[in-house]
């Protein structure tokens, strides 16, 4: 099918034919053209294709944002390769069990993390060579980013089908272990499609990318302004005032968030007496509470305030402005179709809660190394979401909750599933049982609470058991609020109630 086929690369190689000149990426004192940028791509390709790398091959990335970030996910589409980019935000024994479970062929990683990853490195067969990115010096064990750069075999061609994998990002723990969720290059084109119409990119646009590359976020938009024509400027970390100051200089008209990243632009810009032009902004989108979408509003009347469904394995599928319809998630996107399911897989009608199911060329590949796992999320030829949302006779899609099998919290934006801090807690020896939930939080929008059954005798300071937690898995998944219990409520077959538990606690469901 490859005379049908149009990947990544080949957005690219459009870019540069059509707007050669035009900024496609800036970071720091770095720009980029989009000529220059297909030309930076082609070389690191073809530096790749020296060291051994193959279609199908992952490559590992631990780092902070970077323009060189953006080139590694260029070339691997030009040539085939899968990234296997990591969030920077995990303990070194999850960076291990995802660097294991997904076995790339080279690691990269940022000064921050090299220290960490060499340990990895060597414990792990399929591992090659470890790279730097993103600057700093170059230790022993590793080889420089720029080394890999070859004009050599820089023209050369790939036959890339499009349903190629490109990328494979680890969603939380639903059963206590990440499962990398692949999507195609594909699966990534047909959502630019998507928001480039839903949100009327062009060539003049430029989002600032202050989520991290990791993420399916910020992976999304930077590819549909890329593909659009437009500029990305990416944000090493984010911080408030450098966002306001890019927003500014580059002429920012979008750019994606999760609490409390909005509250703290808005704080740094009132902070500054409004001296920043923001003027330029069409398009925002995010989670945040209505209080800070309204102060955006004020200083920025004519922006659209976006809200949407989806997730790693399903890009948005629904979506539309905020106002059009307060507190839904939209309608669905052009290319997706949306159903509602019982737990009999029967469509239920208008009004009526059920499992949010997809059909769309933006649902992933499957999860990577886990048939069993993929054929159940994809039974009966709809992708099952695990969220529970019901539609009304306008077609708007409101959200309800995540199905018991699929218990998530949501803390500033990162997934977290109850089960794998369960997990954690109990490595504590005082204590006997535990049940998470998630609470509403005026800052991160929702906070992970534990509500714990201590052993016979024992007594323990709650801080010391979130430190605990927090030197086992990433500072993100640690509970906020901790309380300690006699005893949690059961299910006649002897488990815990956790709706019981919510309940009694004050989570949400």
Known sequence: MLTQDFTLYDVICRNAQCHPDRDAIVFNDIRLTHRQFKERCDQLSAGLVKM??????????????????MVLYGAAAKMGAILLPINWRFQQNEVEYVLNDGTPKFVFAGPEYRKTVEEIAG???????????????????????????SEEGADKKFLIPAESGFVIIHTAAVAGEPRGALLSQSNVVHCNLQMMIGNHLGPDDCHICILP?????????????????????????????????????EKGTSFFHFPPILQMILDKYDAAG?????????????????????????????????????????????????????????RPTPLSKVALFDD?????????PGEICVRSPVVFLGYW?????????FRNNWHHTGDVGRFDEDGYL???????????IKPGGENVYPVEVEKAILQHDDVEEVCVIGVADKQWGEAIKAICVLGTGK???????????????????????????????????????????????????
């Open 369 to 377: 190394g886990r048939d069993e796992d993929t054929a159940y999320t």
């Open 344 to 352: 009999y897989d029967n469509e239920v009608p208008v009004g009526t």
């Open 398 to 408: 409101w959200y309800v909750k995540r199905k018991a099998e699929k218990e998530l």
């Open 52 to 69: 051994g790398v193959e279609k199908g091959d992952r490559l590992g990335v631990v780092a902070h944002n970077c323009d060189e970030f």
């Open 123 to 149: 414990k792990i067969d399929a591992i090659e060579r470890c790279y730097t990115i993103g600057g700093g010096e170059v230790p022993e064990g590793f080889h420089p980013f720029e080394g890999l750069y």
């Open 274 to 330: 409004g001296g920043y032009d923001l003027s330029s902004l069409r398009h925002v989108g995010g989670i945040d509470n209505p209080e800070n979408m309204m102060r955006l509003k004020k200083i920025v009347p004519n922006v659209v305030l976006g809200t949407a469904f989806g997730q790693t394995e399903a890009l948005p599928v629904t979506g539309g402005p905020m106002e059009e319809r307060p507190g839904s998630a939209g």
């Open 213 to 249: 590359l990791f993420h399916i976020a910020a992976l999304s938009m930077a590819m549909a302004v890329m593909h659009a024509g437009g500029k990305n400027a990416i944000v090493e970390r984010f911080d408030p005032e450098l966002t306001l100051k890019l927003i500014e200089k």
């Open 459 to 509: 007594s323990l300071d709650p801080q010391i058991l979130i430190d605990f937690v927090a030197s086992k898995i990433a500072r993100y998944k640690k509970p906020k609020y901790i309380v300690f219990v006699d005893s949690l409520p059961k299910t006649a077959d002897g488990e815990i109630h956790r709706d019981q538990v919510k309940k009694e606690h004050g989570g949400k469901f």
